[in-house]
């Protein structure tokens, strides 16, 4: 047989059934076949969808399984001695009764025996549990696990929490390292940590990104700068990602590391090209039809919101929990009756993208797994790094925001259909041809340092592992009169030429009152600042603010402390710029907080501050001091507990209630005394009283 015609069989219970023993002899063809290893074990793992189907020559299948590797899949009651002694070699040490597969546990022994590794693997390898069974060992002092997204933090410390008692869990750059710690930050805030102590063991999660291929250079220089200070710190390193074909020589012979390829997967998975037509009534057929977990990728948070309303009016009324009607009655008294992410959940149906609050993203990621949710309607911040129980992966759009999705994203959202133990076949519905295949050869600036790194990277590098081309790029800056060499290196991810342009744009224009300010500014100094910024930080403007003016006044209305039920309100009065829907209001709000407030206006701010500070000093002026106003907009005026804890899942709104009597602690005396506390249910909602309790369970 055909490996297709072999497929057909497999997809049938009844067809497997009348004769189970040609189906597996014709899957034992492949499995036997070296070239076709690979084809074999996609087999044995749609044979194991039907398992029960193979009846008396269940046995023969067990061999298959564990022919290709798949261990974990193996009837453990069912193995000859010889067989026995290979599933035992393949568990972890100091583990439990979990068993890698093949290809997990080499990768596992190399890091034992303490060498570096770069890894390239499917999304359903199995990439997690290593770093958890290393994680286990106890042979770390501190361990850093770099992920690409805050929404990956929340998952990841959910998942590592369990080894609390060795280490302490920190994944905000406020707390306070202990004796042993277990890092889980993104690259933005290992750079920003001030004092981190010497990292043993660190792994970085999609490390393709380190690439520089796109033209928003902010987050792969970030990425680079994490590396390279783990990197120096001395610590072993495991970098994971999919579908890479290799990485250079170079990096392999700088960074003393192994590089692994291999095509192994614990699911196997179909994939239908939906073609043309009506996409928005083909997208609502494909969905009656589905019954199990699904996710439906999007470009953008605007196209999520369009998506959602679409199935919210066309798929069909159905029993909802009582937590999720008690959600979206408390999102209808907090933020607007009318905002889709409460009205979805009556049908079933969450939306998950960047700009939602922590706490709220993290609540519909644990409704879908726990079946609560049939469809979960997501942009690339969900796809990338989050497990979910997903069957089905929808690509309704094939590029994020404006661009094509590349053939590693490509392979990161279709990998996120089928689940371990959950899903041994996912399945991919396609609404666009998939990008063309290639596996390229992923080049780390940090290695080539080519005319395309930018020079806010290379300042950052130790001037022995500079190329002389390097040098003689950053010698125009050692030379510079106006900034020196500190400056432009404290103010990380800022392109150094863009400070000196800031900079001389102080001293021409000599507006020295209206930067001597400490405390909170006025208005005139606040715009001026913004102005500054506008001018020489920012690329482009987006996320609700499109001049320095009007980003100087959305910054100072955080001030007046509206809820964000009455800054919804604002957006939809009637004025030029009002908002056309509740779905657009909330999204004006909630970009704003997200991508302004909360970082991108703070780092630009303190850069200037910094700035201004060397040049007032020089000038013989007294300079200001921005520190306190920056803190303030990040933690929106006001207590930054709150923000704090809605990454660990509690929504500022309830925080608010949960904090009283903490006003001036850590975020780490926060957590023990909410851990020993004991809950008043009458003083909460209901929605309120199910996400503190699961909060504190996983802190």
Same mark, same amino acid.
């Given at each position: ?32 076949d070296?070239a ?5 074990r ?6 194991l ?13 067990n061999d ?10 193996l009837?453990?009651? #069912? ?10 070699y ?60 805050i929404?990956?933090i ?32 993104t ?17 970085i ?16 220089v970030?990425?680079n ?6 990197y120096?710190?001395?610590?072993q390193?495991f970098?994971l ?6 990485v ?9 590391c192994?590089f692994?390829?291999t ?19 083909q997208?609502?057929?494909i969905c ?15 196209k ?22 008690s959600?979206?009655?408390w999102?209808s008294?907090h933020?607007?009756?009318?905002w ?8 079933g149906?969450?939306i ?24 979960l ?31 590693f ?23 666009d ?37 390097s040098?003689?790029?950053l010698?125009?800056?050692? #030379?510079s ?14 392109e150094?030429?863009?400070?000196i ?8 224009e000599k507006?020295y ?7 909170l ?11 500054l910024?506008w ?13 320095g003016r009007q ?71 007294q ?12 933690s929106?005026?006001?207590n930054?507990?709150?923000v704090?804890l ?7 709104i ?5 904090? #009283?009597?903490?006003?001036? @602690?850590?975020?780490?005396t926060a ?14 909602h ?6 503190l @309790? ?6």
């Open positions: 047989m055909t490996k297709k015609e072999l497929r057909v069989i497999l997809g049938d219970p009844e067809r497997i059934a009348a004769d189970p023993f040609l189906v597996l002899k014709e899957i034992a063809c492949f499995v036997n070296p076709l290893e690979d084809e074999g996609d087999l044995v793992l749609r044979a969808e039907h398992k029960g189907a193979f009846g008396d020559c269940f046995g023969i299948l298959l399984t564990r022919q290709v590797g798949l261990f974990p899949y009837d453990e009651e #069912r193995l000859s001695l010889p067989d026995s002694i290979a599933y035992e393949h568990k972890p040490l100091n583990g439990d009764d979990f068993v890698f597969h093949r290809e997990q546990a080499y990768i596992y022994r190399r890091l034992l025996s303490g060498e570096s590794v770069v890894l390239s693997a499917p999304t359903s390898f199995g990439k997690s549990r290593i770093i958890d069974e290393i994680v286990r060992l106890n042979k770390f002092r501190n361990i850093a696990v770099v992920v690409p997204t929404a990956l929340d998952e990841t410390r959910r998942r590592l929490i369990k080894f609390s008692d060795q280490y302490k869990v920190v994944t905000q750059v406020s707390q306070v390292p202990a004796e042993r710690n277990l890092f889980i930050l690259a933005e805030r290992v750079n920003a940590f001030e004092e981190l102590p010497q990292i043993d063991f660190f792994v999660d999609e490390f393709y990104k380190l690439d520089i291929t796109s033209s928003d250079e902010t987050r792969p970030n990425l700068q994490a590396f390279y200070r783990l120096k710190n001395g610590g390193f970098l990602g999919p579908s890479i074909e290799q250079s020589d170079q990096m392999e012979e700088q960074f003393s192994y692994y390829r095509p192994f997967s614990t699911v196997a998975s179909d994939q239908y090209y939906v073609g043309g037509g009506d996409r928005e009534a997208l609502v057929e009656r039809e589905l019954n199990e977990p699904t996710l439906i990728f999007c470009s953008s948070p605007n999520v919101n369009e998506i959602a309303e679409l199935l919210e009016g066309q798929l069909s009324a159905r029993d909802v929990p009582r937590e999720l009607a959600c979206n009655d999102i008294e933020y607007h009756p009318d889709i992410y409460g009205k979805a959940l009556l049908k149906i969450g998950h993208h960047g700009r939602l609050p922590r706490s709220l993203g993290q609540y519909v990621v644990r409704k879908f797994n726990e079946l609560k949710l049939n469809f309607i997501c942009t690339s911040t969900l796809i990338e790094g989050v497990n979910t129980k997903a069957k089905n992966v929808i690509v309704y759009d094939n590029q994020i925001a404006q661009k094509k999705i590349d053939f994203t490509f392979n990161n959202i279709k990998g996120r259909s089928g689940r371990m133990f959950e899903h041994f076949v996912g399945r991919v519905f396609l609404f041809p998939p990008p063309e295949e290639q596996l390229p050869l992923v080049e780390i600036p940090l290695v080539t340092q080519g005319d395309n790194v930018p020079d806010s990277l290379l300042i950052q590098m130790d001037s022995n592992d500079l190329t002389p081309r040098k003689e790029r010698s125009e800056f050692v #030379r009169a106006i900034l020196p060499m500190d400056i432009l290196k404290q103010n990380a991810g800022i150094p030429q863009d400070q342009g800031l900079a001389s744009a102080i001293l021409s507006k009152h209206l930067l001597s300010w400490n405390s500014p006025s208005w005139e100094e606040l715009e001026y600042a913004c102005d910024i001018r020489f930080f920012v690329k482009r403007g987006g996320s609700g603010a499109y001049s980003l100087a006044f959305k910054v100072n209305s955080l001030s007046e402390k509206l809820s964000i039920k009455d800054r919804v309100a604002n957006e939809l009065n009637a004025g030029k710029y009002s908002a056309k829907t509740p779905n657009e209001a909330v999204e004006k709000v909630l970009s704003f907080d997200r991508n302004w407030a909360s970082y991108e206006f703070p780092r630009f701010l303190m850069a200037l501050s910094h700035i201004q500070e060397y040049i007032l000093q020089h000038e013989g002026y300079p200001g001091d921005y520190s306190y106003y920056a803190t303030q907009v990040e929106f005026f006001d930054s507990l709150l704090s809605d990454e660990f899942g509690i929504p500022p309830l925080g608010k209630k949960v904090i #009283r009597g903490m006003e001036d @602690v850590d975020i780490d957590i023990t005394r909410l851990k020993g506390a004991t809950i008043r249910a009458s003083a909460l209901e929605f309120e009283r199910e996400v @309790v699961d909060s504190i369970e996983a802190m």
